[in-house]
C-alpha cells in the first residue's frame, strides 16, 4: 500500500513540473495515473481539481512576478470562462464521442509543437467580441473534462498568435487557476463531495509544480516550452482518448 502511493506521488510530482514548466497545472495527466493506480472515478475529478489549484498558484507566482502577462488577451478569457466552468463542473455526462474528438486535436496539436521555429512573434490579443465566446467554449471544455482548460486555451493562443511563449504560459497559468476554482465549487455542489486523499498527494504536486514553474519562467528558452509542451498535449489528449474507449 505504501509502495503504491508513493509511485503515485512520484508520478503527480513528475507530472506537476512537466506542466508547469509550459504554464499548466497538470490536471490531464493527474486523472491519467489516478486512474491507472485504479481510484473510483468521482474521486478522480475533485481530487485532480485541487491539485491543479495548487500548482497554478504557484505558476501565477512565478510566471507574473516575472512579467510573463498580457492583460488585453487574459480578461474577457477569464470573464466568459469562470461561469462556464462552473456549469461545466456541475455536469456529470457520459461524452466519449467528445472525448474521442478532443484527444484526437490535442494530438493533432502536440505534433505541430514538436517541430516549431525558432522566432517568437506576436500579432497581439484578439477583439474583446472575440475572447468573450472562446472564452467560454473554453470554461465549459475545462469544468466538463476536470481540467483548468491550459491545453485547450494555449495551442489556440499560440496556434492564431495572439500573445509570445511566457506570455501564452502566464496567461494560462492564471486561466487555469480561475477555471479550477470554479470547477470544484462546481463538482462540490453536485457531489457534496470533497476529496481529502488529494491532501497527502498535495506536497508531491507542489515540489514539482514549484519547480516547473520556476525553470520555465526563467530558464527554459521558447522552443523549450514548445517542445514540453507537445508532451504535454501528447499526455493530455493520450488520456481523453483512452476514457473515450474504456
Same mark, same amino acid.
Given at each position: 500500500?505504501?509502495?503504491?502511493?508513493?509511485?503515485?506521488?512520484?508520478?503527480?510530482?513528475?507530472?506537476?513540473?512537466?506542466?508547469?514548466?509550459?504554464?499548466?497545472?497538470?490536471?490531464?495527466?493527474?486523472?491519467?495515473?489516478?486512474?491507472?493506480?485504479?481510484?473510483?472515478? &468521482?474521486?478522480?475529478? +475533485?481530487?485532480?481539481?485541487?491539485?491543479?489549484?495548487?500548482?497554478?498558484?504557484?505558476?501565477?507566482?512565478?510566471? =507574473?512576478? &516575472?512579467?510573463?502577462?498580457?492583460?488585453?488577451?487574459?480578461? +474577457?478569457?477569464?470573464?466568459?470562462?469562470? %461561469?462556464?466552468?462552473?456549469?461545466?463542473?456541475?455536469?456529470?455526462?457520459?461524452?466519449?464521442?467528445?472525448?474521442?474528438?478532443?484527444?484526437?486535436?490535442?494530438?493533432?496539436?502536440?505534433?505541430?509543437?514538436?517541430?516549431?521555429?525558432?522566432?517568437?512573434?506576436?500579432?497581439?490579443?484578439?477583439?474583446?467580441?472575440?475572447?468573450?465566446?472562446?472564452?467560454?467554449?473554453?470554461?465549459?471544455?475545462?469544468?466538463?473534462?476536470?481540467?483548468? !482548460?491550459?491545453?485547450?486555451?494555449? %495551442?489556440?493562443?499560440?496556434?492564431?498568435?495572439?500573445?509570445?511563449?511566457? &506570455?501564452?504560459? !502566464?496567461?494560462? /497559468?492564471?486561466?487555469?487557476?480561475?477555471?479550477?476554482?470554479?470547477?470544484?465549487? !462546481?463538482?462540490?455542489?453536485?457531489? &457534496?463531495?470533497?476529496?481529502?486523499?488529494?491532501? %497527502?498527494?498535495? /506536497?508531491?504536486?507542489?515540489?514539482? !509544480?514549484?519547480?516547473?514553474?520556476?525553470?520555465?519562467?526563467?530558464?527554459?528558452?521558447?522552443?523549450?516550452?514548445?517542445?514540453?509542451?507537445?508532451? /504535454?498535449?501528447?499526455?493530455?489528449?493520450?488520456?481523453?482518448? =483512452?476514457?473515450?474507449?474504456?
Amino acid at each position: 500500500m505504501l509502495e503504491s502511493w508513493l509511485l503515485v506521488a512520484l508520478a503527480i510530482g513528475l507530472i506537476a513540473y512537466l506542466y508547469a514548466a509550459v504554464g499548466h497545472a497538470g490536471a490531464s495527466g493527474y486523472i491519467a495515473v489516478l486512474t491507472l493506480a485504479a481510484w473510483e472515478p &468521482q474521486i478522480i475529478k +475533485p481530487t485532480a481539481l485541487v491539485l491543479n489549484l495548487i500548482v497554478a498558484s504557484l505558476g501565477v507566482w512565478q510566471f =507574473l512576478r &516575472q512579467g510573463h502577462f498580457c492583460w488585453a488577451l487574459f480578461w +474577457p478569457l477569464a470573464l466568459a470562462a469562470v %461561469p462556464l466552468a462552473f456549469l461545466g463542473g456541475y455536469l456529470n455526462l457520459p461524452a466519449a464521442a467528445f472525448q474521442l474528438l478532443i484527444g484526437l486535436v490535442l494530438w493533432g496539436s502536440a505534433l505541430r509543437f514538436l517541430w516549431v521555429a525558432k522566432t517568437d512573434v506576436a500579432l497581439g490579443p484578439p477583439p474583446w467580441y472575440v475572447g468573450l465566446p472562446t472564452g467560454a467554449g473554453l470554461g465549459f471544455l475545462a469544468g466538463l473534462t476536470g481540467t483548468g !482548460g491550459g491545453v485547450f486555451l494555449t %495551442p489556440l493562443v499560440l496556434g492564431m498568435r495572439w500573445a509570445t511563449t511566457k &506570455q501564452t504560459a !502566464g496567461v494560462s /497559468v492564471l486561466f487555469i487557476l480561475l477555471n479550477s476554482g470554479a470547477g470544484l465549487v !462546481g463538482n462540490f455542489s453536485s457531489t &457534496q463531495f470533497f476529496p481529502t486523499l488529494a491532501i %497527502p498527494l498535495a /506536497v508531491a504536486a507542489a515540489g514539482g !509544480g514549484l519547480l516547473g514553474a520556476y525553470c520555465g519562467s526563467q530558464r527554459f528558452s521558447a522552443v523549450v516550452i514548445k517542445r514540453l509542451l507537445a508532451v /504535454v498535449l501528447l499526455i493530455a489528449g493520450g488520456k481523453l482518448i =483512452l476514457t473515450a474507449l474504456s
